[in-house]
């Protein structure tokens, strides 16, 4: 049986400084492996914007917030970035978190945990980012804007910009543990 030894990126810090690098690196790979299809998370849409220029061609999708994530009724994708994204074939995905509203709710009212909220606890080991890339990726799929029978690169990251790049084989939500993490890209240390 063979192997492969394929880098990973290690960024010293999370967050926004790593963003250009993240995405260098998923485009890099995805030209290596073939992949069409992209998910990031982008929450005001700036990573969003800058990976429509990067990932023109692809399959794009950018994962928002929520709309009243932070504040009741409010999105926080700007319409700038927006339009960006749209004149660049990229598509924008705004709906329920996978891994957080009712269980969220659930938790605050009860103080107690439930399944996916441990599932999310759990993709946290690794990073943020790792929970956020798995989510979207389902949510993408949930949405029918990325297929399950074919990798995906899914990017996301902690508080501002993006740390964090996945080869996945992407699944819906009803069927999340169908999904496969196939390679990590890159990720923060700590």
Known sequence: ??????????????????????LALAKSRAKELGIKDIVIASTR????????EIFKGHNLVVVTHHTGFKEPGRQELTDENRRIIERNGGRILTGTHAFMNVERAIRSKFGTAYPAEIMAQTLRLFCE?????????AMAADAGLVPVDREAISIAGTGKGVDTAIVVQPA???????????????????
């Open 172 to 190: 819906n939500s009803s069927r999340i543990f169908d999904a496969v993490i196939k390679e990590i890209i890159a990720k923060p240390r700590r």
């Open 129 to 137: 980012g790792m929970k956020v890339a798995v989510e979207i990726v």
């Open 1 to 22: 049986m063979g192997s492969v030894e394929r880098p990973i990126v290690y960024f010293e810090r999370p967050g926004e400084v790593n963003t250009d690098a993240v």
């Open 45 to 52: 849409g700036d990573a969003g914007a800058k990976a429509s």
